[in-house]
Nanobody, 125 residues
Framework: RVHVSDSGGGSVQPGGSLRLSCTLS????????LAWFRQAPGAQRVGIIS????????YISGSAKDRFTASRDTAKNTVYLQMNNLEPEDSGMYYC??????????????????WGQGTQVTVSS
């Protein structure tokens, strides 16, 4: 079973930046689609950004566009979420999700994905 490990959350002021990391314990990320989801307290988990097994961005939410970027380092088997110009509305628990290829991860979470344990992001002045 693939183990997904996500990290990098923290507390920042509005306008600040954070970089989240997502690493797979088994299998190459070149064989998986990976994505980041956010869940705010009392809200549903929603998709933020996803990349294909080829490393191409396939989905990005309207709120993330122009501020968030996904990238990967195949040597480290890790995908990153660079978040810039953070806003209080970006606060929540961020989860990395993986799906083996052939794959596509959009805006909706699925129980069939491999999920990380989550990392907390708090944007507040």
């Amino acid at each position: 079973r693939v183990h997904v490990s996500d990290s990098g959350g923290g507390s920042v002021q509005p306008g600040g930046s954070l970089r989240l990391s997502c690493t797979l314990s088994e299998g190459s990320i070149t064989h998986y689609c990976l994505a980041w989801f956010r869940q705010a307290p009392g809200a549903q988990r929603v998709g933020i950004i996803s990349i294909s097994n080829r490393g191409e961005t396939e989905y990005i939410s309207g709120s993330a566009k122009d501020r968030f970027t996904a990238s990967r380092d195949t040597a480290k088997n890790t995908v990153y979420l660079q978040m810039n110009n953070l806003e209080p509305e970006d606060s929540g628990m961020y989860y990395c999700a993986a799906e083996g290829s052939p794959c596509y991860i959009g805006s909706s979470p699925r129980t069939s994905y491999y999920w990380g344990q989550g990392t907390q992001v708090t944007v507040s002045s």
